[in-house]
Nanobody, 124 residues
Framework: HVQLVESGGGSVPAGGSLRLSCVAS????????MGWFRQAPGQEREWVAA???????RYPESVEGRVTISKDNAENTLYLQLINLKPEDSGIYYC???????????????????WGQGTQVTVS
């Protein structure tokens, strides 16, 4: 079965950087839609980034220029580079994946079948 395991979260001051990792098993990172969501306490899940089979990437305006999603197919690992972090970036960050599709990847929680347990990011 599919497992997504995130790591790399932590506490950083405003303006700091973090690199989150997501190691996938039972799922080939190269084949489908993958992305990241985040959720702060009392808030709904927010889409952060998506990457397609062809490595094209998409971001919401709220994080554009401050995040970079990438993948290492050989290591079967997804990454999220976060820079110039702000307190409002705090939350649990989830790695997500969906089987291959022939349209653009979705950007809502319902568009993704597989979810990791999350890794906490706290920006003071």
């Amino acid at each position: 079965h599919v497992q997504l395991v995130e790591s790399g979260g932590g506490s950083v001051p405003a303006g700091g950087s973090l690199r989150l990792s997501c190691v996938a098993s039972g799922y080939r990172v190269a084949t489908g839609c993958m992305g990241w969501f985040r959720q702060a306490p009392g808030q709904e899940r927010e889409w952060v980034a998506a990457i397609e089979r062809d490595d094209s990437t998409r971001y919401p305006e709220s994080v554009e220029g401050r995040v970079t999603i990438s993948k290492d197919n050989a290591e079967n690992t997804l990454y999220l580079q976060l820079i110039n972090l702000k307190p409002e970036d705090s939350g649990i960050y989830y790695c997500v994946a969906d089987p291959p599709k022939y349209v653009r990847c979705g950007t809502t929680p319902a568009d993704f079948t597989y979810w990791g347990q999350g890794t906490q990011v706290t920006v003071s």
